[in-house]
T-cell receptor, first 115, second 111 residues
Framework: AQSVTQLGSHVSVSEGALVLLRCNYS??????LFWYVQYPNQGLQLLLK??????LVKGINGFEAEFKKSETSFHLTKPSAHMSDAAEYFC?????????????FGAGTILRVKS | EPEVTQTPSHQVTQMGQEVILRCVPI?????FYWYRQILGQKVEFLVS????????KSEIFDDQFSVERPDGSNFTLKIRSTKLEDSAMYFC?????????FGSGTQLSVL
């Protein structure tokens, strides 16, 4: 069975500082990996995804993540935090089958950005 | 950008009552899903729907739950007899392939 572990339920950074949100996954087959962001009172918005190919993937709002198979990790980074990045971030893993894509989510990390 | 629309945004109901949560997926998508998030817990998969039938469901999705695509545009989740523990944010999603688009959710409160 697939699973996702997000280290740190809360992360606090200063504006302009590096953002690093950690995600480790477990999957018996090559996974699809995703980061979603949830702003207050809104739905889940896809930041980026890894399916195949280049292991460093770039997403929206300056975020990127690197798939490291040997470490079973897919950490999310952004070089310089902005106040608008404050939100909850979810890492997810899946195996896309012909009948759909069941995502397994991590518990989420709340990012706080201090001015 | 096209989006998934969910109504209502908030639903309050009495325990034992039936509720129907409504979703309009993105029009050319083939796969439809319901997820839920109990306050303070993970987002959990409930059910996926493809080709007019349930393709996969979780242990949570018991006989009290059902899904329907009644008219080719709407996708509904029905809970027949709500329990207190059904209180959660329910998210609808749709996809063409591996990328899921989520709605903004319906907050269900069972009193």
């Amino acid at each position: 069975a697939q699973s996702v572990t997000q280290l740190g339920s809360h992360v606090s950074v200063s504006e302009g500082a590096l953002v690093l949100l950690r995600c480790n996954y477990s999957s018996s087959v090559p996974p699809y990996l995703f980061w979603y962001v949830q702003y207050p009172n809104q739905g889940l918005q896809l930041l980026l995804k890894y399916t195949t190919g280049a292991t460093l993937v770039k997403g929206i709002n300056g975020f990127e993540a690197e798939f490291k198979k040997s470490e079973t990790s897919f950490h999310l980074t952004k070089p310089s935090a902005h106040m608008s990045d404050a939100a909850e971030y979810f890492c997810a893993v899946s195996e896309f089958e012909e009948y759909g894509n069941k995502l397994v989510f991590g518990a989420g990390t709340i990012l706080r950005v201090k001015s | 950008e096209p989006e998934v629309t969910q109504t209502p945004s908030h639903q309050v109901t009495q325990m034992g009552q039936e509720v129907i949560l409504r979703c309009v997926p993105i029009s050319n998508h083939l796969y439809f899903y319901w997820y839920r998030q109990i306050l303070g817990q993970k987002v959990e998969f409930l059910v996926s729907f493809y080709n007019n039938e349930i393709s996969e469901k979780s242990e949570i999705f018991d006989d009290q739950f059902s899904v329907e695509r009644p008219d080719g545009s709407n996708f509904t989740l029905k809970i027949r007899s709500t329990k207190l523990e059904d209180s959660a944010m329910y998210f609808c999603a749709s996809s063409e392939a591996e990328k899921l688009f989520f709605g903004s959710g319906t907050q269900l409160s069972v009193l």
